[in-house]
């Protein structure tokens, strides 16, 4: 079957450093997203992993290891803007490049 | 250029009634998604288009739902004898290869 886990809430402070886990158990893989989401916006993208390792952008980076089905989305010099939900998504192998989500980690980012 | 759009923005319609949303790709994006985000859900992938290639409607939660793409562009999905159930936002992304681009979705009440 298709699972994918993240936490659902998340806490941490202005500044800071903060790390979101996301396992998965899909029935193929094609890749892994993260994408953010404000409250009542689209949401927009913010990595892409295909082959196991860290991919760094700016504040962001996102790190895949395919044998575990693990990943993380690790934020730095945490901002209030940041203050959103962080979805997981997992490409299926297939023409159809469609994306399994997870149900997102709600993250809040405390003065 | 623009983004991916939507129309309407909100949606609320009475329980029976049928409902179209429409969605405009980014121009020159070959492959056009719906999919739908509960409250407290995880978005769920409905439908997949890829140029003339036949949709991939695995995701549709039953034959109320149905969609088409017309000239390799604008989407329509429809919902026919709209169920309470179906309150949902339904969001359209396309893509070229493998990010894809969300609109902000429709926010469908079924009262």
């Known amino acids: 079957g298709q699972n994918i886990d993240q936490p659902t809430e998340m806490t941490a402070t202005e500044g800071a450093i903060v790390q979101i886990n996301c396992t998965y158990q899909t029935s193929g893989f094609n890749g892994l997203f993260w994408y953010q989401q404000h409250a009542g916006e689209a949401p927009t993208f913010l990595s892409y992993n295909v082959l196991d390792g860290l991919e760094e952008k700016g504040r962001f980076s996102s790190f895949l290891s395919r044998s575990k089905g693990y990943s993380y989305l690790l934020l730095k010099e945490l901002q209030m803007k940041d203050s959103a939900s962080y979805l997981c998504?997992?490409?299926?192998?297939?023409?159809?490049?469609?994306?399994?989500f997870g149900t997102g980690t709600l993250l809040a980012v405390q003065p | 250029g623009a983004g991916v759009s939507q129309s309407p923005s909100n949606k609320v319609t009475e329980k029976g009634k049928d409902v179209e949303l429409r969605c405009d790709p980014i121009?020159?994006?070959?492959?056009l998604y719906w999919y739908r985000q509960s409250l407290g859900q995880g978005l769920e992938f409905l439908i997949y288009f890829q140029g003339n290639s036949a949709p991939d409607k695995s995701g549709l939660p039953s034959d109320r739902f149905s969609a088409e793409r017309t000239g390799g562009s604008v989407s329509t999905l429809t919902i026919q004898r709209t169920q309470q159930e179906d309150s949902a936002v339904y969001l359209c992304?396309?893509?070229?290869?493998?990010?894809?681009?969300f609109g902000p979705g429709t926010r469908l009440t079924v009262t």
């Open positions: 998504a997992v490409s299926e192998r297939g023409a159809t490049n469609k994306l399994i």
């Open positions: 992304a396309s893509s070229l290869r493998d990010e894809q681009y």
């Open positions: 121009s020159g994006h070959t492959a």
